[in-house]
C-alpha cells in the first residue's frame, strides 16, 4: 500500500486530504491580477491560523498579514470606485455621420 503524502506542510491540510491548493483553486479562480493573489494570501494565513506558530506572538502576526493584505484589497477597490465614478457619462445626442441611423 503507497501512502498518501500531502503537496504542503500540514498546517496547510485542511482536513481529509484536502488541502490549501485545492480551497485557492475553488475561491479565486475568478480573481486576477493582485486582486488574486492578495486574496489567496488571505485565505492561506486564515488557514494556517495558530497552526504554523501557535503562540500568541505567531496569531497576532498572522492577523497583521490577513489585515495588510485585505488593506491592499480594500485600496486597490476604492481606486477602482473612484475612477469609475469620475468617468463621465453623458446622455446627449452626438453628430456623426459615420454612425448614421438611415
Known amino acids: 500500500m ?19 491548493q485545492d480551497l485557492l483553486d475553488d475561491c479565486i479562480n475568478h480573481l486576477c491580477g493582485t486582486e488574486a493573489v492578495n486574496h489567496g494570501s488571505i485565505l492561506k ?3 494556517r491560523y495558530g497552526r504554523k506558530d501557535p503562540s ?31 468617468s463621465p457619462v453623458t446622455d446627449e445626442w452626438i453628430e456623426d455621420p459615420l454612425h448614421d441611423e438611415d
Open 2 to 20: 503507497i501512502e498518501e503524502t500531502t503537496k504542503y506542510p500540514s498546517y496547510y491540510v485542511i482536513r481529509d486530504g484536502y488541502e490549501l
Open 45 to 47: 494565513y486564515a488557514v
Open 56 to 86: 500568541i506572538d505567531g496569531k497576532i502576526e498572522t492577523y497583521k498579514k490577513i489585515i495588510t493584505f485585505a488593506t491592499e484589497n480594500i485600496k486597490k477597490l476604492e481606486k477602482e470606485k473612484k475612477k469609475e465614478m469620475s
